[in-house]
T-cell receptor, first 114, second 112 residues
Framework: GAGVSQSPSNKVTEKGKDVELRCDPI?????LYWYRQSLGQGLEFLIY????????KSGLPSDRFSAERTGGSVSTLTIQRTQQEDSAVYLC????????????FGPGTRLTVT | DQQVKQNSPSLSVQEGRISILNCDYT??????FLWYKKYPAEGPTFLIS?????DKNEDGRFTVFLNKSAKHLSLHIVPSQPGDSAVYFC???????????FGTGTRLKVLA
């Protein structure tokens, strides 16, 4: 079966531009997560969606970051007015249910802000 | 403040020998622990987990040990194989959470 997919796999953008990162979770998975991994760091939680509940946005580092999940499936993470410190690998994961212990990760989007 | 620490950024082991990857945590509320493996250009994949009601969980060549009093867990791989070469992340959190805290990873290299 299809796993979690993310696009693009790589994105190079100029400082100040907006970017959109896409995640297609595994079909039927109700929980979706976004993480960021900066160089030499662990995975940093950004946002969590569960079904139709309000998302947990507590990990978003600034108001330049936003995410939405349409129809309980595809999710888009948007970064406005990108800064160099936004350069990182952005990982999406999904799981079967809330607090699902086993999260299935996509391959990530490597974002480079120049 | 890192609540989950993997103090060894890298580890090299000969094929057939034991690999031991370590992880320390500081939050006493954490009672569920996971290990993920990550190959280059791929997302992490779940490997094994342990609840605080146990001190050991085994799955094939992989065993996770939990020492609650020391707030320490370790992943043992026996015997190590070249295909085990990857970055290993530990993660921890309270049971039922969706916000696991991840360590920075240990890069394991198994030498043939």
């Amino acid at each position: 079966g299809a796993g979690v997919s993310q696009s693009p796999s790589n994105k190079v953008t100029e400082k100040g531009k907006d970017v959109e990162l896409r995640c297609d979770p595994i079909s039927g998975h109700t929980a979706l997560y976004w993480y960021r991994q900066s160089l030499g760091q662990g995975l940093e939680f950004l946002i969590y969606f569960q079904g139709n509940s309000a998302p947990d946005k507590s990990g978003l580092p600034s108001d330049r970051f936003s995410a939405e999940r349409t129809g309980g499936s595809v999710s888009t993470l948007t970064i406005q007015r990108t800064q160099q410190e936004d350069s990182a690998v952005y990982l999406c994961a999904s799981s079967r249910s809330q607090g699902g212990y086993e999260q299935y990760f996509g391959p990530g989007t490597r974002l480079t802000v120049t | 403040d890192q609540q989950v620490k993997q103090n060894s950024p890298s580890l090299s082991v000969q094929e057939g020998r034991i690999s031991i990857l370590n992880c320390d945590y500081t939050n006493s509320m954490f009672d569920y622990f996971l290990w993920y493996k990550k190959y280059p250009a791929e997302g992490p994949t779940f490997l094994i987990s342990i609840s605080s009601i146990k001190d050991k969980n085994e799955d094939g060549r992989f065993t996770v040990f939990l020492n609650k009093s020391a707030k320490h867990l370790s992943l043992h791989i026996v015997p190590s194989q070249p295909g085990d070469s990857a970055v290993y992340f530990c993660a921890a959190g309270p049971s039922g959470t969706y916000k696991y805290i991840f360590g920075t990873g240990t890069r394991l290299k198994v030498l043939a």
